[in-house]
């Protein structure tokens, strides 16, 4: 089993087990807490369903919420992903598998971590400020919208009341996975925010860095009539006269041209004033005893020659305002004049690599694995267009998370693992002592649900918490980082498309699946496709290190033949990886 994923020895999943612990184990299901199995060890569809266990059920939520509020009245909440869909509400993922709500301590008080300052999470949104969902109602069971300390509709009243000094509880809406498209619209639109700075970077500094201002051309081009061939400039009807050690090349000053005379002239050289056309080398005669030169085709008026703005004209707009600066671009912008061009700052990336367990190097030893992510984030963000620092080793300390929290410079944190609700997972009850709005708690994606984005203050970084999983940090990345860099360096989102897929992908009953795929030309007059790779494990980076895309498959799953969205990988274009032993 490989936690929210498939199966690492299935071809597509299938298997003894489709979906990974994470997926159909303790209280995901039902997405309110229900088990898959019914007592006794009974399935889900022959478990009894009595209303005497759900009215159990929801008097044992009363009693937990009025013990949580007398224990706590600012406790992070649970990881609960109650949705709309689901059935009744039950007990949140954490209480249900005997595990304590996340920044509170088993016996209900808060954890040292949230001991600083009130918790982000004690207001009526589980967020700080403003929520970035414009109809949470949309995405939470309306029953679980009520008041904490109200019992679950259809339960008796509780017998215990809230003691007469515990602060009145506010409405608090529960944590939800946001669809997998919404938090990529909130993840834009957080890069997009603020006010965008601008810049003026010389041409052998603007590589790669997006302009802030459309371009516009400062001259002409071509600047004046110049020849576009290597041959003789001619005035009037032919034949002409020539001067044999006369010549036109590049750069050369205005002249006057005679007509009935000719004179040799160079590729790119202004062509003199009153010249008929440009005749090319191979189609002149030249008689260099009477010095007279004759054409061996139809002379047409203007061949041959660039006239004075053919590619544009002062003020013409050359490339708009979010136009990536390749080399083209620059050579463009020299031609037109420029020396330095308006850009976008490169957003500043710090990355955090969380975990007790992870190596720098050697081989896994004693329970020790290798750091997967710290050497393949920071290429992969460049790639994004970023600059990242070094990435930083922290281990699972709570303090030195906060320490570098707060003490970052960059405009976006990448964190590694601790982003679920595990008694080392740090990264929520940090967030909530240092105050920070959390824009997305979890998305209904597979793998990588547990991801998370926040900003640490008004005007400060955001934060992308990934999981640790590396397919799963993968999923995090293009779900997340990938909209929140594009807006903050002015980049376009990446263009949506679909291709046809070339095999069955088996889907998650509730989540959107990213599974990597490699394109394929069509053979015999058919398609070009798509074929998902092996790998695709939460854990597995073999399928995506093949992967020229992710699809994008919908819950339930597509047949062979059905069009998914594809996410191409930055360096999709300039991969050419041909079927081997990853399909």
Known sequence: MNGDGLSGSDVFGVGDDLFGGDDLSGGDVSRGGNSATGPAGTTGPTAPDSAEVRAAEAEELAVEQALALVGSGSQAPGHDRT???????????????????????????????????????????????????ADPSSYTDSATDSPASAAAPGSPPTDEPAPASAPAPAPRSPVVDLPWERARAVAARAGRGGPRAVVRLALDRALGHVLAEPLGALTDLPPFDTSAMDGWAVAGPGPWTYDEGAGLLAGGRDARLPDGTAVRIATGARTPADTTAVIRSEHAHADAARRLLSTRRPLVTGQDIRPRGQECRTGDQLVPAGTVVTPAVLGLAAAAGYDALPAVPRPRVDVLVLGDELLASGLPHDGLIRDALGPMLAPWLRALGAEVSAPRRLGDDAEALRTALASSDADVIV???????????????????????????????????????????????????????????VSGLLTLAEPLLAGLAGRPAQDAYRALVHADVPGHPHDTRLVPVVHRAGRAGGRDHVAPLRYNGPAMLRGIAAADGLAVVPVGGVRSGTEVEILDLPWAPATPWTEGCFT
Request: charged share 10%; glycine share 18%; proline share 17%.
């Open 83 to 133: 949705r709309a869909t689901g059935p009744t509400p039950g007990r949140s993922g954490d209480q249900a598998n005997g595990r304590a709500p996340r920044g509170q301590t088993p016996t209900g008080g808060a954890s040292a971590a949230d001991e600083p300052g009130p918790s982000p999470y004690a207001g009526p949104s589980p967020y700080a400020g403003p929520s970035p969902y």
């Open 415 to 473: 964190t590694t693992g601790g982003t679920a609700s595990g008694p080392v997972d740090h990264v929520h009850p940090v967030l909530a002592a240092l105050g920070a709005e959390l824009l997305v708690h979890g998305v209904a994606v597979r793998p990588g649900h547990p991801m998370l984005l926040a900003r640490l203050s008004p005007d400060g970084p955001h934060l992308v918490g990934l999981p640790g999983n590396p397919l799963a940090a």
